[in-house]
């Protein structure tokens, strides 16, 4: 689509600054249930959650743009175009 | 600043919350019908909670100056029961004159099932019977992604749909260029956890621009903020956005779209 981005009226600079606690303590609320899940007892080695949390940290850390668009989707169930197919769904309105 | 909030479930909020509604300037409201946090039994139930959204929360809106207008369905959860959906789609035709009703929804789907797919799309014909608009819930979490794209195949493959009279609502980061490339109206939801951010919200403003894009809040009987778009104006404004970029998203826009059902008195 043709994207009709707004001018930020920050710089990255500004941005770093402003946002810069809030950005702390969230990551810092990350790192302390990382280490609450290390403390506990039991093993989350097969937890598909805790994959999901670890490919999540991967992405905020690599070099690609739209970081919470990725997020997103590694969050989320796949999608079949085939779907109507799959359920026997009938098209209306066609 | 006057805003108004297209998604609000005030039949779960008290009447406090609608004074402090409107000392923080809002001045409509429109509420979906959607789950009341159990499953309904029967179409009376139903019938008893449109004749609450139609007659009793006008009333009590209006004592704090809020126009209220509301949407009318059987929400996805409950629409698992194919046989009582049916009942209370042939029975939401009795308020479709109510001077207060928008059209038809929150429509949409839960876990995307079959059943919930089935129902959606006789919402979608009844819609279309009446020449209602469309309001679109999308699922949660996990859910979203897939359901988005299902529900937009099944209104994309529906010619007798007019997409500029249908609201998509929760879009977060990965859905809501689905719905604006493809000409409907997107609305972001407020919601602490699980949905968006008034910050997130801000951000998909200035990536996507204001076109066909509002927000809500989605206040309701879970955690929720009703006030939550007076947080994004206050960071629209914390950002140095324009006056004229904010009223477009919090009140010219929503004004725009549900003036096709029903003119709003401001």
């Known amino acids: ?94 | 600043m006057d805003y108004i909030d297209p998604h609000l479930h005030m039949v779960s909020r008290t009447t406090d919350d609608y004074e402090t509604l409107a000392r923080m300037g809002c001045v409509a409201i429109s509420e979906p019908a959607f789950w009341a946090g159990f499953d309904r039994g029967s179409v009376d139930s139903f019938r008893d909670y449109f004749r609450q959204l139609t007659d009793f929360e006008p009333k009590r809106a209006a004592q704090y100056g809020i126009a209220h207008f509301t949407w009318l369905c059987i929400n996805a959860k409950e629409a698992e029961n194919v046989t009582l959906s049916r009942e209370v789609i042939a029975m939401i035709p009795e308020f479709l004159d109510c001077k207060n009703v928008l059209g038809i929804g929150e429509i949409g789907l839960n876990k995307n099932t079959r059943n919930e797919a089935t129902i959606f799309m006789e919402h979608v014909d009844l819609a279309v019977k009446y020449k209602q608009q469309i309001l679109i819930h999308t699922p949660h979490l996990e859910d979203k992604y897939q359901g988005t794209r299902m529900i937009l195949d099944m209104l994309m493959g529906d010619s007798r749909i007019d997409r500029s009279r249908v609201l998509v609502d929760h879009v977060e980061e990965h859905t809501i260029e689905h719905v604006l490339e493809n000409g409907f109206w997107a609305g972001m939801t407020l919601y602490p956890v699980s949905k968006c951010t008034p910050q997130r919200a801000a951000d998909m403003i200035e990536r996507y621009g204001p076109e066909r894009l509002m927000a809500n809040s989605a206040g309701d009987w879970g955690p929720s903020k009703p006030t939550a778009i007076p947080d994004l104006i206050m960071e629209l404004k914390k950002r140095g956005h324009s006056r004229e970029l904010i009223q477009r998203v919090v009140y010219e826009n929503p004004r725009t779209f549900f003036n096709q059902s029903k003119p709003f008195p401001h």
Request: charged content about 30%; proline content about 1%; some cysteine.
């Open chain 1, 1 to 94: 689509m043709s994207i009709k981005q707004i001018t930020a009226e920050r710089s990255a600079q500004q941005i770093v600054a402003e946002d810069f606690m809030i950005a702390r303590a969230r990551i810092v609320e990350l790192a302390a249930t990382l280490d609450r899940i290390e403390r506990a007892t039991g093993d989350v080695d097969d937890s598909k959650n805790m994959q999901l949390l670890m490919q999540g940290m991967h992405i905020l850390c690599d070099d690609e743009v739209e970081k919470a668009k990725r997020v997103q989707l590694l969050m989320s169930r796949q999608y079949d175009p085939q779907w109507q197919v799959q359920m026997s769904i009938e098209r209306k309105g066609t």
